[in-house]
């Protein structure tokens, strides 16, 4: 028999390279400004880079599989025990684990539409089908038409929380509903990438809110955002009970997590202060875009995380591509609308001011072409 490479159900899969620039001498692309993978504008948690020092010297040891110290710290945070607590090497990893632990050929996956691109994908190489529900006028998942757009063949509903591209936010009714009315023979997700963000702006606490839940859930956190650690590489998932854990456990490889991110997470999950200062600085800096760019005319979509949404009235990745010529780096999206919209990430308060400046320019330049 004559087999086909790649096989036929991975040649099917989009190809998703992060738009990011190549590093020759391995330093964050000097001279760009990134505002397009809603990294931290500030490095980690000094007590966390101390750690991360501390850990190099022990390379040649491989680390802790079962992420021992941090699971504890977790666990003593949010009252799960920790072996309801899985591991990745970021969370993508986990969302690779949740569609293969969930999905079997030709089941159906709900999701807001847009939201996190990698999540759809994982889906498809499970070999489940996708069924997207547009999010809400404000950006955040249509709970109600997403629990209508369950069918007998549904396996998986996920939820973003806030959601990516949009930043909107689930309120506790929302989730409550989410949580009550998913079938049981359903895993609800929740993707809180930007838990510490949304809990910033006041938003609900998800895991008390799915602890009354009859049903499996899962909930997906991350130190690449808020924690500002997405170059080690750490991520977890929170399951609801232990049977569904050890699925989880089943697709990890062996040793993900590096020994370098654990010691950095436990160090940076130990220095409310400093999380507390990123927190302030980038929510502070994230509502002056919204503000600036709103009064250029664009049409800011509420966000509860670290980055704006904004529909644009030229086509939005002309001004991207604009941009990129300027060496400052944000997404474009084809949505919702043939215009389009544009991500940007809260940078630093001189980063936001000199894609503001672009911006600007690039606007007064069309108003009078
Ligand atoms: C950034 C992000 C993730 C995953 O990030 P990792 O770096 O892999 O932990 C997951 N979900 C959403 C919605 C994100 O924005």
Redesign the pocket.
């Known amino acids: 028999m004559q087999h086909k490479f790649p096989a036929p159900r991975i040649d099917a899969l989009p190809l998703m390279a992060p738009q990011i620039l190549a590093e020759p001498d391995n330093v964050p692309s000097p001279g760009v400004i990134r505002l397009n993978l ?1 990294e931290s504008p500030l490095p980690p948690s000094p007590r966390a880079i101390a750690a991360m020092r501390e850990a190099i010297q022990y390379s040649h040891r491989y680390p802790d599989h079962s992420c021992s110290a941090l699971a504890k710290i977790i666990s003593h945070r949010t009252g799960i025990a920790a072996d309801q607590i899985v591991f ?1 090497n ?4 986990m ?1 690779v684990a949740a569609a293969a632990v969930a999905i079997q050929p030709s089941d159906l996956a709900v999701l807001p539409q847009p ?2 691109p ?2 759809g994908k994982n889906i498809l190489l499970a070999g489940g089908e996708i069924v997207p529900v547009p999010v809400l006028g404000n950006g955040a998942n249509d709970v109600s038409a997403m629990i209508d757009a369950i069918s007998d063949r549904t396996s998986l509903v996920y939820l ?1 929380t806030p ?2 591209p949009t930043g909107g936010l689930l309120d506790r009714k929302d989730l409550s509903r989410a949580a009550d009315t998913v079938p049981e023979r359903c895993l609800l997700m929740v ?1 809180e ?2 838990h510490e963000f949304g809990t910033w702006e006041g938003g609900p606490d998800v895991l008390s809110i799915l602890a009354g839940r009859k049903g499996p859930w899962v909930v ?1 956190r ?4 808020a924690y500002g650690l ?1 170059g080690v ?3 977890y998932a929170i399951l609801s009970d232990t049977d569904l854990a050890t699925g989880f456990s089943k697709m990890r490889s062996g040793f993900n997590v590096n020994r370098i991110a654990l010691a950095g997470a436990c160090a940076a999950m130990q220095d409310q202060e400093y999380l507390d200062h990123v927190l302030e600085q980038v929510s502070t800096e994230r509502d002056r875009l919204a503000i600036r760019m709103t009064a250029l005319g664009l049409s800011v979509f509420p966000s509860a995380a670290n980055f704006v949404l904004a529909r644009t009235k030229t086509p939005a990745r002309p001004l991207a591509d604009h941009l990129a010529t300027h060496n400052i780096l944000i997404q474009a999206l084809a949505w919702p609308d043939e215009l389009g919209s544009i991500r940007v990430t809260a940078g630093t308060r001189e980063h936001n001011d000199a894609f503001l400046a672009v911006l600007e320019d690039f606007l007064h330049r069309e108003a009078i072409s």
Request: net charge neutral.
């Open positions: 809603n990745g970021g969370s993508g990893e969302l939201t996190f990698p999540v973003c959601n990516s993707d990438a930007y997906i991350t130190f690449s955002k997405s590489r750490l991520g």
